[in-house]
């Protein structure tokens, strides 16, 4: 982000000694901006004097723009880590399902799970079973694809294996090689 110039932003008819910089005189020098009052300002008597307001302003100017530009840069990296976050969302997050209670199953060992987002909603995978759940949030679609791994394990045992075509029998030999009945 480029440095602001400090007699650009000054100076002008836009800049800020022209909209705010009109002196008053005071009897004895000038006021910068309006007059301070005894009400707004306790510490300035109508008889304070800024001898040298230009000076003054530059000074506080040169302060404000300094300002602004920290300000702008440190908008700069929240939008960065904003994006970075972003694609973070969007890579697969690992997690392991370690029960399937309150189903009477016992695993065997961990199921591998892989979260992801893509920008509206959650997709949770057991890729070597071939099996999803999806939600709203993380934790609904772990949830959802736990539910899906006990319901798809109910319904295939059921079935004689040679009756099954061949992507549901390779799924059932998954989950028969890390699910068993309590």
């Not at 199953?105 to 992801?116: A, S, T």
């Not at 759940?133 to 295939?156: K, Y």
């Amino acid at each position: 982000m480029p440095e602001l110039e400090i007699d650009e932003f000054l100076e002008g008819e836009t800049g800020l000694m022209a909209v705010y910089g009109a002196a008053f005189h005071g009897g004895h020098g000038y006021y910068f901006g309006r007059s301070p009052s005894e009400d707004t300002c306790p510490e300035f008597s109508h008889h304070h004097v800024v001898d040298n307001w230009e000076t003054e302003a530059r000074g506080v100017m040169g302060h404000v723009a300094q300002a602004i530009s920290e300000k702008i840069s440190l908008a700069g990296k929240l939008t960065e880590l904003e994006c970075r976050v972003k694609r973070l969302e969007t890579k697969g997050i690992p997690a392991q399902i370690t029960t399937l209670t309150p189903a009477p199953l016992k695993l065997r060992r961990n199921i591998p799970v892989v979260i992801d987002f893509n920008g509206e909603d959650y997709t949770a995978s057991f890729f070597d079973a071939n099996l999803h759940g999806s939600g709203e949030t993380d934790q609904e679609a772990f949830d959802g694809l736990r539910d899906r791994i006990v319901l798809t394990f109910e319904i295939l045992d059921q079935h004689d294996e040679k009756k099954l075509g061949p992507e549901p029998k390779r799924q059932l030999a998954v989950l028969r090689a890390i699910i068993s009945r309590a």
